[in-house]
């Protein structure tokens, strides 16, 4: 059976939807059968990485009931040049959307859960799914809570921002204790001299291990032309020697092994 993956952070700005997008697109190269849904109803942004215009049904149709997942799923693997298969599964980005979504209740949250949760059937068991992976909204939204119960893996995003390392570890103390699910940071968007060398980079790979209590997978350095890209290029697709690239497929294989 396959994996359901969820990427949260404690806040915006971390650089979650980019690598959720690359991650898929590397397991898409290995030939893998992939699935990428995004989940961040209060910020989408899926929708511009894939510049796929709109589309009759959303998730947001799917967790409301008015539609199955297969209405909402379009087949990104001619654009994605890979070996496997990619789908992708946008939120409806209008701001009518927008505010629904954010007034929705409990009782609602509590059947879009189910909705999430039958996904492991429907994708991983009746499609074959290899990875379905999850982008959340940031912090501790209803969204992000149910994305993480239906995860079997959480990888968590934070930047070396004092508020963001110090918000993720609460976070991460607070929520992921309670489900106990399989966790690992990554820290992104780390200043290239901060780890100009072997030493170096296992120096800080162990003060941001001595922060958290949950293990670090991965410190990935700030590549400037990765910023300029403004998430305009999926690396893992169009420059796969690029060390951002090779940071991804470092990660992808990790958490084959969770």
Known sequence: MGKILAVHSYKGGTGKTLLTVNLAAAYANK???????DLDFR???????????ASEYWLNDYLNGACEI???????????????????GLANPTTEALRDMSAKDRKWEMRAL????????????????DYLLFDTSPGLQYSSI???????????????DASDVAGTRRMTHELYDLFEKKTGILMNKVPIEFLSSPADRADVH??????HTLPVLMVIPCFCDVLRAGGSKIFARDEPSHPFTRHVDEIAAKVEKF
């Open 31 to 37: 030939g893998k059968k992939v699935c990428v849904l």
């Open 43 to 53: 910020a989408p942004s899926l929708q511009s990485i894939f510049r796929q215009e």
């Open 70 to 88: 297969n209405k909402v799923l379009f087949d990104y693997t001619p654009q994605c040049n890979c070996n496997g298969t990619m789908l992708v």
């Open 114 to 129: 189910g909705r999430l949760l039958s996904l492991k059937n429907t994708l991983l068991n009746d499609m074959e799914l």
């Open 146 to 160: 149910n994305a993480i119960v239906s995860a079997d893996v959480v990888l968590v995003v934070s930047t070396i």
């Open 206 to 211: 162990s003060r941001f291990q001595n922060t």
